[in-house]
């Protein structure tokens, strides 16, 4: 673990003009480069782990990558994708045969057990049933998040994984970053006293929201799941997991407030490419997002050719939900939203999320009898009050996981499962099934709190 010039380290790491802010007032200050050691549990695979994915969609791919890139760790043998496109594309990359390629994830369990590990990532009201499936044949199970959108298939999908000899893990990612890492050390070292309260404050940014939760897959609670845990369950786990203490109630309070058809400007179409006469100015223009900028693409399921995809987007424009007006959807996900939670020995937590930054990260802060810390995603502050020593860390995404999403953290949740399902431990997992429903538990009771306007209760059952 290197101390460095602050100077230099903020000139060479290239911090952001809040982390660069987190440092102008502090006294006594270093900053630190966060290493991290390779976990000594984790052992050489003799031969790769085998997994069959579930939805070749945007998460899918994404330990289909990783996959690609630690050939030695885990091949993908199968795939189920009733997308014709997805279905050829994971196919190809990963040199699956036809007999192990399928239409729906019901269809792989018509055929006797074939590999390892199942990867669940279908739409989240298509979990439990595989979830359910997998478990019951003997697969190793590394489920995305959220669980499900029902409470009570969460808890029999935690019923039947403690019946099972299988492991079962949860896409928090988070927890695998060298950031929440740190976080989490810091906050369990006691160096500070004793823990008071959490501020977290999460940044959805106005066009993922326009995206996900107003045209995408999650513009309907009741078809997907409530925001708070479509986008938020990672949240949810982390202050749970830093609290290292369970919640005990929350209260919540959230609306739906802008991208609503009475908001609509004067002059604005059904589609983006219909004439609206406000396109130009509109922040969140499928016209820009999507043919200008290219960006999150991904689920348009268009050629990567460039000569052809432009013309296939503008196709896109015109028939799916993505070429929509943000204001005339039939959305109803809360575009603001905030929940209070108290934990064991009076530990109070309080959870922004918010659709209208220009930033998408988490920022954090956790306040101790004798000190403070805050985060910004990137640099890390610790203030000690009785010595006035501010010291500053640097959280550097690990070498090896440059390329992997979430601050690395996607891959890291590949290596930990991959080493779990290797040694047939599952004392090596870091998101286990028991703290992940924990945690969705605090959203189901945010929801119902912020529905029914009063305190709910967070237990299990």
Known sequence: MATINRRHALKTLGLTASAAAFAQHAQAETIQEITFPKDPRYVAIAQPITAVVLGAGNRGNVYGRYALANPNDIKMIGVAEPIPFRNDKFAKAHGISEQHRFKTWEDVFKVPKFADAIIISTPDYLHYGPAMKALAMGYHVLLEKPISPSLQECLEILAAAKKSKSIIAVCHVLRYTTYFRKLKELCDSG??????????????????????????????????????????????????????????????????????????????????????????????SAIKVYYEQKKRIHVLDVPEDPALQGPAILEKLKTSNYGRCVYRMNNDQPDHYTSIYQFDDGVLA????????????????????????????????????????????????????????????????????????????????????????????????????????????????
């Open 350 to 461: 309080t959870f922004g999320l918010e659709a209208f930054t220009a930033w998408e990260a988490r920022k954090t802060r956790v306040m101790f009898s004798m000190g403070e810390i805050e985060g910004d995603n990137d640099l890390i502050k610790v203030t000690d009050f009785r010595t006035k020593e501010v010291t500053l860390w640097k959280a550097s995404t690990q070498k090896e996981f440059n390329n992997s999403g979430h601050g690395g953290g996607d891959f890291g949740l590949m290596q930990n499962f991959v080493q779990a399902v290797a040694q047939n431990n599952p004392a090596l997992l870091t998101s286990t099934i028991d703290a992940s429903i924990e945690s969705h538990v605090m959203g189901f009771m945010a929801e119902a709190s912020r529905k029914n306007g009063k305190s709910m209760e967070i237990k299990l059952g």
């Open 191 to 284: 160096e500070l006293g004793t823990m008071m309260s959490i501020n977290h404050l999460e940044g959805i940014e106005y066009v993922h929201m326009a995206h996900s939760y107003v045209r995408g897959n999650w513009h309907e609670a009741a078809k997907t799941n409530p925001i708070i845990l479509a986008k938020s369950c990672h949240d949810l786990d982390i202050m749970r997991w830093i609290a290292n203490k369970s919640a005990k109630t929350v209260s919540a309070y959230g609306n739906l407030k802008w991208f609503k058809r009475e908001n609509a400007p004067e002059g604005s179409t059904e589609r983006c490419v219909e004439g609206c006469k406000v396109e130009r100015e509109c922040p969140f």
